[in-house]
């Protein structure tokens, strides 16, 4: 068959090749453009190369928020995902007035707005007037986020946890209802441990749901920024300083833009990459599974 | 292996039933014999899953008693009960293989390893899926995972009886044939007791020695094959059972002549007056279509070939009503135009009073 050569068909593609370009690669490159400059004001920049990359990759600061952020989303995962399902497992399963209310009271932490969050926790646990401060201070216990790195960390992993298991929760819920009666009653003739339903029955089916919980939970406390922010503002010292509150510190407090630059790019980078291969690890494992 | 007994039984979802309809099962009473192959036969919704769970355990009935040969076991725990279930669709654990799917009722029930290996393959053999042992479950076709949902059944040598709710219905139809037959050999070899849930009397006719025909929650006849064919006792079993089902008929019976729209037909038996709606049935197999003007005179809607016999549609117009009647014409007849008049086989009518069936007598009297 003969192809006929008609340009005009490249219109066709104008409309996506727009849309990619506002939402990803204007913005993007702009953040590229610092991270190869330096500037001395006057709006005039020279180019430095990979200088501000190599700056970044050793400094001791970023490894710091580094470690801080890794060790911050292992703890949030450990309990958060865990946690989850459990709570969903112990939820009512057939439709009714007690599972609706489970629902909506499970669902209201995720309806809150970040930095309300923030704040209620700020308020929540202030040793003057909090109620959890207040309480655990007359209760005798040496309680005080603001001086003490680890009150901090356990405060924001519990603020964490509080806002944002719900969504593991809802997740797993979904997960569970696709499982039909018909096998819990087989289990049951069976006689099958309730160890062995979960493990056998109710984990299988929910497998996929809860790639997704963790995936969602990794990228979102591994980026977390407004919570801490507003409860700690990253202290005590540098105690609750992640990778965000670092780069922010970077970007406006000290206006460096071309280290925050690549400091985002790698960041950005970071992300990609453990998404990557956690999401590939897991189709892997379950082309293996079939 | 138990003989299972139904004592005055019956189940309602609501808190305090009234009238019948509040019942999803009405009360009934029956002994289900120890190694027979029962079908519990009728359309969606009638009762049977729900009886069948009741038997199980899976749900407790709200009125009577169920009993294991002499043990009530009415309360007893599913897991205690000692029964298997197959259900609609396959249950198997995906992430297990086959020979794991099988062994897992007997590791639940802590039992010696070598055992289990033995009783396993024992199992496999004789389900026909020696050869799969070491695949994944997930990986069968439908019919096999339905095959490994038995096994599981089978496996313990102890079981009460083997409950099947509907176990075919998604298995493609040349495999459910194939099935259908393993499963009756299969009965004929382990000798349990077994209840099989159908809404299709193909596979509820060849499969059980006995067939339940339930309707509305309602049990209407326990019978053979046979009987149920011959003499259905109430004209919804007459219906249901046969294709197509029985005719029925309005009609005025006195002493042992019945009358249809005026055409009167003498029958073998007498009898007695009843109250109420009289119907009578009689299947389309025992009606003869001819020209001879002596028979009843319908008009004649379609003939539809189906293979080794005809189905020749007709229909009766009588103060007003309409009604169907169905008459089974061996294939190579023709029908022709002239062919309008029914005669109907006088020993293989039934009587029936506000739907369920009455005997006649020879005298008066036997009435």
């Known amino acids: 068959m003969k192809k006929t050569v008609n340009h005009k068909a490249w219109f066709m593609v104008l409309p996506v090749l727009l849309l990619v370009a506002f939402s990803a690669v204007i913005p993007l490159m702009t953040v590229v453009n610092y991270s190869v400059q330096d500037t001395f004001g006057n709006n005039e920049f020279f180019w430095v190369g990979l200088e501000w990359f190599e700056e970044v990759l050793h400094s001791q600061r970023l490894h710091e928020a580094l470690g801080r952020q890794a060790l911050f989303t292992a703890i949030i995962l450990l309990i958060g995902i865990p946690l989850g399902i459990f709570i969903a497992l112990n939820m009512p399963k057939h439709k009714g007035l007690w599972s609706s209310v489970c629902l909506v009271l499970v669902a209201l932490p995720l309806l809150i707005p970040w930095n309300v969050v923030g704040t209620i926790w700020q308020v929540f646990g202030r040793i003057d007037i909090g109620l959890l401060g207040y309480t655990l201070a007359s209760l005798g216990i040496d309680y005080n986020y603001t001086q003490n790195s680890l009150d901090a960390w356990i405060t924001i992993i519990v603020m964490d946890v509080w806002h944002w298991t719900s969504l593991v929760v809802l997740l797993c819920y979904a997960g569970l209802q696709s499982i039909p009666d018909a096998y819990y009653q087989a289990a049951k003739i069976d006689q099958a441990s309730r160890w062995s339903v979960f493990r056998y029955i109710e984990l299988p089916k929910m497998k996929g749901v809860l790639i997704i919980a963790i995936l969602l939970r990794f990228m979102d406390s591994f980026m977390i920024y407004t919570e801490p922010f507003v409860v700690t503002g990253g202290g005590p010292g540098n105690a609750t300083t992640f990778l965000s509150i670092d780069l922010v510190k970077m970007a406006i407090g000290q206006f460096d833009l071309g280290p925050a630059a690549a400091f985002s790019l790698i960041y950005f980078l970071c992300i990609l990459l453990v998404s990557w291969a956690f999401y590939t690890i897991m189709i892997h494992s379950d082309k293996e599974a079939n | ?367």
Not at chain 2, 305 to 326: C, K, M, P, S, W
């Open chain 2, 1 to 367: 292996m138990a003989k299972i007994t139904l004592e005055r039984l019956a189940h309602s979802y609501q808190k305090n039933p009234q009238r019948d309809a509040d019942y999803a099962l009405r009360p009934l009473n029956h002994v289900w014999e120890d190694g027979a192959a029962y079908a519990l036969l009728g359309p969606s919704g009638c009762g049977k899953t729900t009886l069948l769970n009741i038997i199980s355990g899976l749900l407790q009935p709200s009125e009577g008693r169920v009993l294991f040969d002499d043990v009530d076991v009415t309360t007893t725990d599913t897991a205690k009960r000692n029964i298997a279930q197959v259900f609609q669709f396959p249950v198997i654990y995906n992430t297990m293989t086959v020979k794991e799917n099988l062994a897992f009722p007997l590791k639940n029930r802590k039992l010696d390893s070598a055992y289990i290996e033995k009783r396993v393959a024992e199992i496999a053999e004789l389900i026909d899926i020696t050869d799969e042992l070491n695949k994944k479950a997930s990986d069968l076709g439908a019919a096999e995972k339905q095959k490994i949902s038995l096994g599981r059944g089978l496996v313990r040598e102890d079981v009460n009886a083997i409950l099947f709710d509907e176990p075919l219905t998604v298995i493609d139809p040349h495999l459910k044939w194939q099935l259908r037959t393993q499963l009756k050999a299969l009965h004929q070899k382990v000798g349990h007791t077994m209840i099989y849930v159908t809404h299709d009397q193909t596979e509820a006719l060849t499969f059980a020695d006995k067939v339940v025909v339930m309707s509305e929650g309602q049990v209407l006849q326990i019978g053979t094959p046979t009987e149920l064919f011959d003499r259905p006792e109430h004209t919804f079993v007459g219906f249901f059972i046969g294709s197509p089902g029985m005719n029925v008929l309005p009609g005025k019976v006195s002493g042992s002549t019945a009358k249809v729209a005026e055409h009167e037909i003498s029958l073998p038996q007498n009898y007695q007056e009843h109250q109420g709606t009289i119907e009578i049935g009689i299947r389309p197999e025992f009606i003869r279509i001819s020209d001879d003007t002596s028979g009843l005179l319908v008009d004649v809607l379609r003939v539809e070939d189906v293979g080794h016999y005809q189905i020749v549609r007709t229909q009766l117009i009588t103060e007003g009503n309409t009604f169907a009647i169905n008459v089974i014409v061996k294939e190579g007849v023709e029908i022709t135009d002239g062919m309008r008049y029914l005669h109907f086989e006088p020993e293989k009518i039934n009587v029936y009073v506000d739907s369920w069936l009455v005997s006649g007598g020879r005298d008066e009297e036997d009435c």
